[in-house]
């Protein structure tokens, strides 16, 4: 069973940047989509960016283009979401999802605030 553990979140003030990490246990890391998704105060979770497997291809949703870089580390079985130019509207609870099997991690907060 994979499971997955985000680090990096926190408060951070509305321009500022950071990076989160997803590391997944377990031997089929590089063949999985590997994804963020958030869920603000009050609203129904959003996916946010995903990246394949082979080939690595990227996306992600329009409100975080050119903000917002998913990129994987297969040998150490970790995806990162850099997060630059954040705005209060981020802050969110941001989760973690492999597919297949649709496994996510617990979650982490990033606050965007002054």
């Known amino acids: 069973q994979v499971q997955l553990v985000e680090s990096g979140g926190g408060l951070v003030q509305p321009g500022g940047s950071l990076r989160l990490s997803c590391v997944a246990s377990g031997s089929s890391f590089r063949l999985a989509a590997m994804g963020w998704y958030r869920q603000a105060p009050g609203k129904q979770r959003e996916w946010v960016a995903t990246i394949t497997s082979i080939p690595p291809r990227t996306y992600s949703t329009d409100s975080v283009k050119g903000r917002f870089t998913i990129s994987r580390d297969n040998d150490k079985n970790t995806v990162h979401l850099q997060m630059n130019n954040l705005k209060p509207e981020d802050t969110a609870v941001y989760y973690c999802?492999?597919?297949?099997?649709?496994?996510w991690g617990k979650g982490i907060l990033v606050t965007v605030s002054s």
């Open positions: 999802n492999a597919s297949p099997g649709d496994v």
